[in-house]
T-cell receptor
Framework: DAKTTQPPSMDCAEGRAANLPCNHS???????VYWYRQIHSQGPQYIIH???NNETNEMASLIITEDRKSSTLILPHATLRDTAVYYC?????????????FGQGTILTVHP | DARVTQTPRHKVTEMGQEVTMRCQPI?????VFWYRQTMMQGLELLAY????????DSGMPKDRFSAEMPDATLATLKIQPSEPRDSAVYFC??????????????FGPGTRLTVT
């Protein structure tokens, strides 16, 4: 079973920042937080991952709290094409070769 | 733009028939995963390989499912005999593991299987 908790759905206006929260209160010291998304009828797409520091790439930013029990994925300027299911996953980076356990995710709807 | 490819994209078959799904991982990737997605169960990991060797297939029904990597450019998932409950979208993903760590998995477009 997935060990993370996410809200089932969120809305965001186009052009605004989308902030997607995730709780991972049982995360252990060597577990990374990963974010993937799945646009309708497509395979999941990797977004970003982090261990304890905040991370940023061309798609998004990941803010991890100091106690590492929660994180927020930020899409700085959401577009209609960002409408998707967003999955937050915590796994041990050094074991199981990155075996992912997907939960239900957050359905993000970006509206005009 | 390197991508994981899967064939066929859609497959409709009758119960009892054999189904073979194929996946071409991204060149140079040494780890290949098979996932299944249904409305009821969501995304589930079925099996995965590293350097063509199976590492874990505990998510797969053993009596009817089999997964292989005949070579580094081809992974196959076979169901024999197929049943209506096997109807799902099957995704293949690949990634590059370094020092037992793999960070990004790249997913294919999936094979939508319908068993009648």
């Amino acid at each position: 079973d997935a060990k993370t908790t996410q809200p089932p759905s969120m809305d965001c206006a186009e052009g605004r920042a989308a902030n997607l929260p995730c709780n991972h209160s049982t995360i252990s010291g060597n577990e990374y937080v990963y974010w993937y998304r799945q646009i309708h009828s497509q395979g999941p797409q990797y977004i970003i991952h982090g261990l304890k520091n905040n991370e940023t790439n061309e798609m998004a930013s990941l803010i991890i709290t100091e106690d590492r029990k929660s994180s927020t994925l930020i899409l700085p300027h959401a577009t209609l094409r960002d409408t998707a299911v967003y999955y937050c996953i915590d796994i041990a980076g050094g074991t199981s070769y990155g075996k992912l356990t997907f939960g239900q995710g957050t359905i993000l709807t970006v509206h005009p | 733009d390197a991508r994981v490819t899967q064939t066929p994209r859609h497959k409709v078959t009758e119960m009892g028939q054999e189904v073979t799904m194929r996946c071409q991982p991204i060149l140079g990737h040494n780890t290949v995963f098979w996932y299944r997605q249904t409305m009821m169960q969501g995304l589930e990991l079925l099996a995965y390989f590293r350097n063509r060797a199976p590492l874990d297939d505990s998510g797969m029904p053993k009596d009817r499912f089999s997964a292989e990597m005949p070579d580094a450019t081809l992974a196959t998932l076979k169901i024999q005999p197929s049943e209506p409950r096997d109807s799902a979208v099957y995704f293949c993903a690949s990634g590059l593991a370094r020092d037992r760590k793999i960070y990004e998995q790249y997913f294919g477009p999936g094979t939508r299987l319908t068993v009648t």
